[in-house]
């Protein structure tokens, strides 16, 4: 199994730019998130996916879309990209179990520069 | 004040000693404590995983949770170059998707 397969993973932009980040799994997991990871700020949360059909806002989601296309895959977007959006940004899957969100499986990250 | 603290070192330490990893959280409603590790580039991969107050052991890590004074650790014994990674703190609610996260300790075990 692959687990969570995100692309690209690296990409450099100019400001102003659009792109999306894919990412899917094949864990048959029912949440889906997306993280940056910043020196010094740890993993914040930009959106995530409860479950197919829905998507939620979490602590950084300004300058941010998702998509869920489906149960294996959810996509980030960056309408206008700006240079504080830098940053390494993971794609993560869990299934929650005794209420809680269950252990986040993580792709590899995608290493993104906007100049 | 952010949610979850936790010093990012660099901790260097040699081969063979105990280390200790230490987060302080301010959010009582958090009933779920994780640990992660992060080797350079990669993803992270979940190390332990407690529910509530108490001690978890897997071989050589201890995963220790104190609620009362909103403090976590992780005990690594008899450390491994192999160890030598960024280790996260994680915590999350009931009924919640938004799992927080610290920012991260790198370690350094010298051979």
């Known amino acids: 199994n692959a687990g969570v397969t995100q692309t690209p993973k690296f990409q450099v932009l100019k400001t102003g730019q659009s792109m999306t980040l894919q990412c899917a799994q094949d864990m048959n997991h029912n949440s889906m998130y997306w993280y940056r990871q910043d020196p010094g700020m740890g993993l914040r949360l930009i959106y995530y996916?409860?479950?197919?059909?829905?998507?939620d806002k979490g602590e950084v989601p300004n300058g941010y879309n998702v998509s869920r296309l489906n149960k294996r895959e959810f996509s980030l977007r960056l309408e206008s990209a700006a240079p504080s959006q830098t940053s390494v940004y993971f794609c993560?899957?869990?299934?929650?179990?005794?209420?809680?969100?269950?252990?986040?499986?993580f792709g590899e990250g995608s290493r993104l520069t906007v100049l | 004040q952010k949610e979850v603290e936790q010093d990012p070192g660099p901790l260097s330490v040699p081969e063979g000693a105990i280390v200790s990893l230490n987060c302080t959280y301010s959010n009582s409603a958090f009933q779920y404590f994780m640990w992660y590790r992060q080797y350079s580039r990669k993803g992270p991969e979940l190390l332990m995983y407690?529910?509530?107050?108490g001690n978890k052991e897997d071989g050589r890590f201890t995963a220790q949770v104190d609620k009362s004074s909103k403090y976590i650790s992780l005990f690594i014994r008899d450390s491994q170059p192999s160890d030598s990674a960024t280790y996260l703190c994680a915590m999350s609610g009931t009924g919640g998707f938004k799992t927080i996260f610290g920012a991260g300790t790198r370690l350094f075990v010298k051979a």
């Open positions: 996916s409860a479950s197919e059909g829905t998507t």
């Open positions: 407690t529910y509530s107050s």
């Open positions: 993560a899957s869990s299934e929650p179990t005794g209420g809680g969100t269950g252990e986040l499986f």
